[in-house]
């Protein structure tokens, strides 16, 4: 494969900038075909992105012989679904995050595009973004000393209904897997599988707090990764205000760090302070979308694969089962 070319099954907002322009913008890439189940909203899509085709059915897609892999940009509840469709086809899978409804799903994920042989990318793109490449640049760099602990503490308001008295389905769990503890932890939790290694135990609260919608809005969590550090984190969607801290705390001093605020990375010695401030892509995911099409013509390699986004599923399972057994 000298080029890649792509097709988007779920052309929906997470399509409009951070991942859908990356296509054609990634070299040896380009946006193909996208597909959305209301075809006249994949027809609009592809009118106004330049895109040759668009489709109502996933399956025509997916068996497009002129699309060589595949994006999943669905919800959780059927990612596991088009995934198996795509490695049945023999197509790479690029599939949006979390992974999906839960561990047991990426498994078979994992396991069938391994018995077709082919690549399986989830889209954990802070892997490769510039401003966590510097934390992990400063790890490697011992600039903090011997990691000791990591502390995670994400808040936000409650989110309320829309126009139609609906629901957002990131709180709906038999779409999204769970609250929005899967969608924005799932991605802090993934960014620490990549700067520390995999976390070997991890044991959680979960509970709904507020009653605003079925799934859990808090969580609390401890983990213990592989290499010996030790972690704990508090995710709550019921808050008074917006918060995003992260801090890693070493022999020599710490890094603190937000996963989504456009703040500085800030290195606290005992003797000094430094910020770097480092900007987010306008197109977020391409980083990550041009590592993965050079893995795909043989130039290099992914840093995020079924494989590590299984391992940040298991994580977040763990964190909110005894919720979800007290529900059944």
Known sequence: MKNVRWGIIGCGDVTEVKSGPAFNLAENSSLTAVMRRNGDLAKDYAERHGVPKWYDQAEDLIN??????????????????????????????YVEKPMAMNVEECKEMVEAC??????LYVAF??????????VKELLDNNEIGDIRFVSIQQTQKLVEKDENDNLPWRVQPD??????????????????????????????????QAKGYPAEDIVSGTFLFESGVIGNG????????????NRIVGSKGEIIFSSFDEKPVTLIKESETQSFMIERP???????IQEIVNELIGKGSSPS????????????????????????
């Open 64 to 93: 497009d012989p002129e699309v060589d892999a595949v994006y999943i940009a669905t919800p959780p509840s059927s990612h596991k679904e088009y995934t198996l469709k795509a490695a049945e086809a023999g197509k790479p899978v």
């Open 114 to 119: 391994s018995q077709q042989q082919v690549p």
């Open 125 to 134: 793109y802070r892997r490769s973004l510039p401003r966590f490449l510097k």
């Open 175 to 208: 779409i999204s897997g769970g609250g929005l503890f899967y969608d924005v932890a799932s991605h802090t939790l993934d960014l620490f599988d990549y700067l520390l290694g995999p976390v070997k135990e991890a044991k959680g609260i979960a509970a709904n």
């Open 234 to 245: 508090v995710w709550n969607f019921s808050s008074y205000k917006h918060e995003d801290t």
């Open 282 to 288: 306008k197109h977020i995911q391409k980083h990550l």
């Open 305 to 328: 694969t079924g494989e590590t986004a299984l391992r940040t599923n298991r994580v977040m399972d763990e964190l909110v089962k005894d919720y979800y057994q007290k529900q059944v």
